[in-house]
């Protein structure tokens, strides 16, 4: 297991779902969740006021693994964030992470108004926790490492 703070993203079209985890890898954490607009740059002043090792950022698929709108976006969101931050961004299939986080924020009684400020939040967690347990079993980095986009001057 790699040593070293992890931030989960959870990408929303409104809101970005933010979670840690501790230096040794073993405990996912909710953040907060950021205006969609403003997210990048409070993830790079986040990032950098935690030293962070990586970022995991949820890959929104359809229930048959193939890509969706929400997989572009999502993807478009990593590879800014990448550019901005200059650390790995690792993608990571999150199917589900939404509905899992709705249903145990409802068994904890939050009603679906109170559930909005934090189920992106808790999808963050989610999907950080199912990334670092799967990195503890397997012995790799989770995922897949997003390939930086060059920029060009044309």
């Known amino acids: ?23 040794e890898g073993l405990l996912a954490t909710p ?8 997210a990048v740059g409070e993830i790079v002043l986040l990032a950098v006021e935690l030293e962070i090792l990586e970022c995991v950022v949820g890959q929104p698929l359809s ?21 901005a931050l200059g650390v790995s961004i690792r993608m990571i299939d999150e199917r589900l992470s939404t509905v899992q986080a709705t249903r145990d924020l409802r068994q904890a009684g939050k009603s679906a108004k109170k559930q909005r400020s934090v189920v992106d939040q808790v999808a963050a967690v989610i999907l950080l ?19 930086p986009r060059v920029e060009t001057d044309d």
């Open 129 to 147: 926790q199912h990334a670092l347990d799967s990195e503890r079993i397997q012995g790799v980095a989770p995922g897949h490492a997003l390939e």
């Open 1 to 23: 297991m790699r040593i070293g703070v992890r931030l989960g993203i959870d990408v929303g079209k409104a809101r970005v779902g933010i979670a840690r985890c501790d230096r």
């Open 31 to 38: 953040v907060a969740t950021l205006a969609r607009e403003s």
């Open 63 to 83: 229930l048959s693994g193939n890509h969706t709108a929400s997989t572009q976006d999502a993807y478009d969101f990593a590879q800014e964030l990448g550019l």
